[in-house]
Each structure stands twice: as C-alpha cells, then as structure tokens.
C-alpha cells in the first residue's frame, strides 16, 4: 500500500529529475548543441613567480645590448616513472614547451630542434622543386618561382638545454585530526570534524651543453615543494522521525604541473643570468629597461612589421581581450 508520505516523496522526487532534464534536451537548438556548456572563465595567463624575472632579465639584456646565443631545447624528459591508477603519467610530459616558452621571456634566440617535422618536408618538398613562393596563382606558361635550397640557410645552435623531472615524493610530511561527539542515545545528534594536510615535492635537472663541442657549461638542480589541504565537517541527527545527514567540505592541491613550471622557470632564469653576465636580481632596479620589451609572461614574439609602440603586445596577458563577453571593443566591432 502507498502511503501519502510516500508519494509525496515520490512527487518530489520526479520533479526534481524533470528540473534537472530541463537543462538537458535530446532535441539540439538552434545554436546545434543539446546543452550550453558550463562555465565563463577567460583565458588569462599562465605566469610563476618567476616570469616577471625573466622577462625583466630581458629587458636588461637589450637594454645593455647583451647580445643572446642561440639556444636550442631538447628532451626534457619525465624520469619518475610514477603512473596514476587509471593509466596515465602523474607529471606533465611537456616540460619541454614550458623551458621554451621560459626562455622566450627570458629574450633569448631560439632555433627550433624539438619539432623539425614540418620543416624536414618542407625541406623534401623544395628539394623535389614541389614547393611555391609565389603569392598567388602562376598564370599558366610562366616559369613558377620555386623555393631554392641554399647552403647554411638553418641557423646553428649555439647551446641547447636538456635535462628531467627526477624527483616526485608523495607525503614529506602530512598531520591531521579527527572529531567525533554527540549524544549517548540511538538517536541523538552526531557530529565530526576533520582535517588533513600534507606536502610533497618535484625535483628538476638541467644542463645546458655547448652544441658545437658538446661540453656541459651549466648545471642546475631545483626541488619544489607542495601543500594540499582538506577539512570537512558533518551533522547526523534525527529528528521527528526523519534523517538528516549534513556534511561539508573544501580541499585543494597545489598545482603539480605548475610546480613543474616553476622550476623549469628558475633553472632557466640562473641559466640566462649566466648567459647574459647579469650578477643577480639586482638588475631589474636598472631605470634603463627597455619599456617597449617583446617578452612578457606569456612569452615572446617577432614583430610582423616596426609595430612595437602600438601593436598587442603589452595586452597579451590580458584576460578582457578578444573575449566576445568582456571585450567591449570586439562586441562594438561585431554590430
């Protein structure tokens, strides 16, 4: 027999999953999407603390015309072979990018050696005569004005940089505790309290070799600790005959792979200093630094034209920008 305690639960529940499948329709709308999904946040950058060195260490650089040597990246490879439970590498294998990307900040010249793909067959292809310059369509009789391959067209690498993460330390340290209480009686109040921190590490080595005799000039090796916390707290209790099961709680983690970043980031800001003879962070209160700078914390760029003073250069790592929500500028231009 159903009892009206019943189904009102019953009801209550059944509206509740249509309020849900609301959100949700097996027939797509006009935008071609069966559910918008969630979220708004911008893109916005991606800095450590030690960005604003590095650029700030180019800026010196050009501004006291530190000429920089070609640098070049290789394997910066994950050695702490730890895996998670459902397939998968613990730490990021793109150590690489990020040192590229640090070293761009930091104003140095860059030839590409860690993905040559493209330009290997592009090399084929013009080797073959099968590879245009011409801006547009060659009108048909004219001789087309294939790429010609020329001696020592690559730029050497003067040094490159290679290394890998080689430490990855689960649970330095960790404390926590637990509180539990309530009343004597089946069925009286309940409650607990709980709280857990821990901390572990990553570690990095790097070395930057001379290309041409192989020599390793520099050596660097960094750890990074990290913190994780979480609390939690709960209420059980009846009461006039019905359950009640309260609990809540917040944790977080420390990035791991920006910790990653941040190493990479210091080995290759000490490694530049050398590079660029800076003797140490004093160098950023120099009033001479290049105000008009190519660098910022996401990275560098090759002005297309003598844009520097009025292109976006400086608005890069702004979070507004471009964004068809938050730009006003780009929501005027679409109308």
């Given at each position: ?51 604003a060195a590095l650029v700030c260490l ?183 005959g019905n359950v009640f099961d309260i ?89």
């Amino acid at each position: 027999m159903i009892t009206p305690k019943f189904r009102t639960v019953a009801l209550a529940t059944a509206a509740l999953a249509l309020t849900l499948g609301g959100c949700v329709s097996s027939s797509a709308g006009p935008s071609g999407r069966y559910a918008a999904p969630i979220g708004n946040a911008p893109v916005t950058a991606n800095p450590t603390p030690y960005s604003a060195a590095l650029v700030c260490l180019g800026d010196y650089a050009r501004s006291h015309n530190l000429p920089s040597p070609r640098v070049a990246v290789g394997r910066i490879s994950d050695y702490t072979g730890k895996e998670e439970a459902e397939g998968g590498r613990k730490i990021t294998q793109g150590a690489s990018l990020m040192a590229i990307s640090a070293l761009a900040k930091a104003g140095a010249r860059l030839v590409e050696r860690y993905d040559t793909s493209v330009s290997e067959l592009e090399l084929k292809y013009a080797n073959n005569r099968l590879v245009s310059d011409a801006a547009g369509p060659v009108p048909e009789g004219q001789p087309v004005p294939y790429r010609r391959i020329t001696a020592g067209q690559i730029p050497g690498s003067d040094f490159y940089l290679v290394g890998g993460i080689t430490e990855l330390n689960y649970n330095i340290r960790s404390t926590g505790a637990d509180l539990n209480g309530g009343e004597v009686a089946a069925t009286g109040t309940k409650g607990g309290f709980h709280a857990r921190m821990f901390v572990m590490n990553i570690g990095l080595d790097l070395r930057l070799v001379e290309t041409r005799s192989l020599e390793v000039v520099d050596v660097v090796s960094y750890q990074k600790q990290i913190i994780g916390r979480e609390v939690s707290a709960g209420v059980f209790d009846f009461l006039n005959g019905n359950v009640f099961d309260i609990s809540a709680g917040e944790g977080g983690l420390e990035p791991i792979q920006l910790a990653v970043r941040s190493v990479v980031e210091r080995g290759v800001l000490e490694m530049m200093a050398n590079l660029y003879g800076a003797s140490g962070p004093e160098v950023c209160l120099d009033s001479r630094s290049d105000p008009l700078s190519t660098a910022g914390v996401t990275g560098a760029f090759v002005p297309a034209y003598n844009t520097v003073g009025d292109n976006n250069g400086s608005t890069r790592a702004d979070p507004d920008r471009w964004n068809d929500r938050r730009d006003s500028d780009l929501r005027r231009g679409r109308n």
